[in-house]
Each structure stands twice: as structure tokens, then as C-alpha cells.
């Protein structure tokens, strides 16, 4: 398992703690059908060949050349889409 860390303000926090009580699950659950199941962007990013391959040689190599971004639209910027 991989742990994943963000930096988000208090009032961000609250409120994604009590939206994802309002709906009964937990935050990872709550976080993670949100992220993953309604927006894929792996799939999306992976459409298009290019890209697929840049992402696959990323996910490839060992780590210490690997580029990191703050978000999705940095990344898609940086391909190119």
C-alpha cells in the first residue's frame, strides 16, 4: 500500500469530513470514489498513444528522474494536451 498526503486548509478538511459522513463513508472511501471512479484520468491521459507511452516509460524508470506535478492540468500541460 502507498500513502498519499496533501495539504489542505482546516475548513477543507471539514468539509470533506462531513460530506463524506453525510454519505456514510469514510474519507479515503469518499475521496477515492469521487477521484478514481468518476474522473479516470489514467484512462483519459492514456488515449492517446503518445501520451501512453510517455506514461509508461515514467512509470518504468526508477524514480529519480521522475517528474512530479501539483495537479492533473500541470500534467496535461506538460504533454502537450
Not at 509508461?56 to 526508477?62: G, I, T
Not at 528522474?65 to 501539483?70: Q, S
Amino acid at each position: 500500500m502507498k500513502r498519499l498526503t496533501i495539504e489542505i486548509s482546516e475548513a477543507q478538511h471539514q468539509q470533506i469530513k462531513m460530506l463524506a459522513a453525510y454519505c456514510g463513508q469514510s474519507l479515503k472511501d469518499f475521496i477515492l470514489t469521487r477521484v478514481i471512479a468518476e474522473h479516470d484520468e489514467t484512462e483519459y491521459l492514456t488515449k492517446s498513444t503518445a501520451n501512453k507511452k510517455i506514461l509508461d516509460a515514467a512509470l518504468k524508470s526508477d524514480g529519480n528522474n521522475r517528474l512530479a506535478f501539483d495537479d492533473t492540468d500541470e500534467l496535461r500541460n506538460a504533454l502537450g494536451i
